[in-house]
Structures are given as C-alpha cells and as structure tokens.
T-cell receptor
C-alpha cells in the first residue's frame, strides 16, 4: 500500500465549476499538509499549506484536512482554464526532517 | 535571478556519454534535493543535502553522482545511463526541516537517453 494515494485523473470540468481533489494517507503521524500545482514542462509550485486539521482558504482555493479519516482535500472555486495542471499533495511529520511524502498527482483539465 | 534555476532545460544524451545537470538557488536555503519524475509515477527522491552534506541517498544507482559544493549549488553528474533513466529531473531547495515548510522547485531538466 502506498503511503499517500491520489487519483491520477484526468479530471475534466467545465469552466466555472468547482474542482474537488483529494488524497488519502496511512501515516497517522503526518501533521504538515501541502498542495503543489505543476504546469506542463514546469516544476511544482507550493499552492497551499496546512498544519494539522482544519480548513484554510486563499482566494479561490480551499484546503481541508481531516486527520481522523486521514484524508485531505483541495477545492478550486470558479475554475479557469489556467487552473489546468497537475495537482500533487504532499505531507510530512515533525520527525521527518527534510522529507516530504508526495502523492502521484491528479491531472486537471478545465475546459472553456 | 530568483528562486531555483536548473540548466539545461532539455538534454539528450547517448548511453555512453557523460553530462552534468546544474541547480542554483537564490533563496538562502540550506537544504537541496534531487528528484526524478517519470510519467505516471510519483516523485522519487534521489538525494538530500543539508548544509552541503549529503544526508540521504535513496538507493540511487551509481551512474548518478551528486555534488554539492556549497549551499547554493547542486550538480548531478550522469554517466552510462540507461533509456529508463529518461525523465524530468527536478531540483528543490528548502530551509533545513523542509518537510515542515515545503520546498521550492526548479523547472527541471527533461532528460532523454538514446
């Protein structure tokens, strides 16, 4: 079993729709959760960062963490074609030091 | 220059060639990483350097040889590669404890081994 599971997609939505992405994980020690966005032919860029459980909102993006279910989500409201990218979740625990554990990424296509 | 810069952006090499990938960060970070990204696979951690000392080698074949002369520069020396080594090679940097704060990635080097 992978430590972090993420549906590879592609997830295709019409412009303006809500995009819903999620990851499940097995390590209950994880407490730092991140979402990265990766455009084609580019490196991943940090999009959202959440510590422990709860919600975080930044503009059109909302990150949710449910530690009891070992489940994290990213929602993109009013999606735009420019949101078309691969979204990777990443997480770590305090003992991990430098190490981040990544999901495989979900490819998202927002159609005009 | 800002962020994490990787050169070259694209590289095609034969299996008997020797080449090097370069990474430079201008963020004042103290940890640097090499990752391999293959199609339909998660990011694979290859090497980690803290304050220019290697702290992790994730069972990477010896045909990949990293070098970190200082906290701002990281190289990946390549020799006698195999076609399955074709991938996007990503460099990243962070403060020490990057698992807590997250990484800044470069744009990667797209490597094709022929």
């Amino acid at each position: 079993q992978k430590e972090v599971e993420q549906d590879p997609g592609p997830l295709s939505v019409p412009e303006g729709a809500i995009v819903s992405l999620n990851c499940t994980y097995s390590n209950s020690a994880f407490q730092y959760f991140m979402w990265y966005r990766q455009y084609s032919r580019k490196g991943p860029e940090l999009l959202m960062y959440t510590y422990s459980s709860g919600n975080k909102e930044d503009g059109r993006f909302t990150a949710q963490v449910d530690k009891s279910s070992k489940y994290i989500s990213l929602f993109i409201r009013d999606s735009q074609p420019s949101d078309s990218a691969t979204y990777l979740c990443a997480m770590s625990d305090k003992a991990a030091g430098n190490k981040l554990t990544f999901g495989g990424g979900t490819r998202v296509l927002v159609k005009p | 220059e800002t962020g994490v810069t990787q050169t070259p952006r694209h590289l095609v090499m034969g299996m008997t060639n020797k080449k090097s990938l370069k990474c430079e960060q201008h963020l004042g970070h103290n940890a640097m990483y090499w990752y391999k990204q293959s199609a339909k696979k998660p990011l694979e951690l290859m090497f980690v350097y803290n304050f220019k000392e290697q702290t992790e080698n994730n069972s990477v074949p010896s045909r990949f040889s990293p070098e970190c002369p200082n906290s701002s520069h990281l190289f990946l020396h390549l020799h006698t590669l195999q076609p399955e080594d074709s991938a996007l090679y990503l460099c990243a940097s962070s403060q020490v404890g990057g698992g807590t704060y997250g990484y800044t990635f470069g744009s990667g080097t797209r490597l094709t081994v022929v």
